[in-house]
């Protein structure tokens, strides 16, 4: 198991109510490739430093997990096809810089 750090951002017409649902969905395809959530940060609406999708701020959320190195492919493809979704960003975790 290898430690991943799960970042995104999700579109700034979601409600609260609709980035805590997705927050959960993204805990399950964790959990559903046998991988585990650690701690789960929401960072509030955040303005971009630049406009994507014609947008100018959005919901930061950052999830701390335990993966197998074949499960971040498929939390990948759900956050790609995850139209709420704007930006996302997958990182393994290096060991030794802990």
């Given at each position: 198991?290898?430690?991943?750090?799960v970042?995104?951002i999700?579109?700034?017409?979601?409600?609260?109510?609709?980035?805590?649902?997705?927050?959960?969905k993204v805990?399950g395809?964790?959990t559903?490739?046998g991988?585990?959530?650690?701690?789960?940060d929401?960072l509030?609406?955040k303005?971009?430093?630049?406009?994507?999708r014609?947008q100018?701020?959005g919901?930061?959320?950052?999830?701390q997990?335990?993966?197998?190195?074949?499960t971040p492919?498929?939390?990948?493809?759900n956050l790609?096809?995850?139209?709420?979704?704007?930006r996302?960003m997958?990182t393994k975790i290096?060991?030794?810089s802990?």
């Amino acid at each position: 198991m290898r430690q991943y750090e799960v970042a995104f951002i999700v579109h700034p017409e979601v409600d609260e109510n609709g980035v805590a649902e997705l927050t959960e969905k993204v805990q399950g395809w964790v959990t559903a490739g046998g991988g585990t959530v650690e701690k789960v940060d929401r960072l509030g609406k955040k303005r971009f430093a630049y406009v994507i999708r014609k947008q100018r701020e959005g919901h930061y959320v950052l999830l701390q997990t335990t993966m197998n190195a074949s499960t971040p492919i498929e939390v990948e493809r759900n956050l790609r096809l995850n139209e709420q979704v704007m930006r996302f960003m997958i990182t393994k975790i290096d060991p030794k810089s802990l």
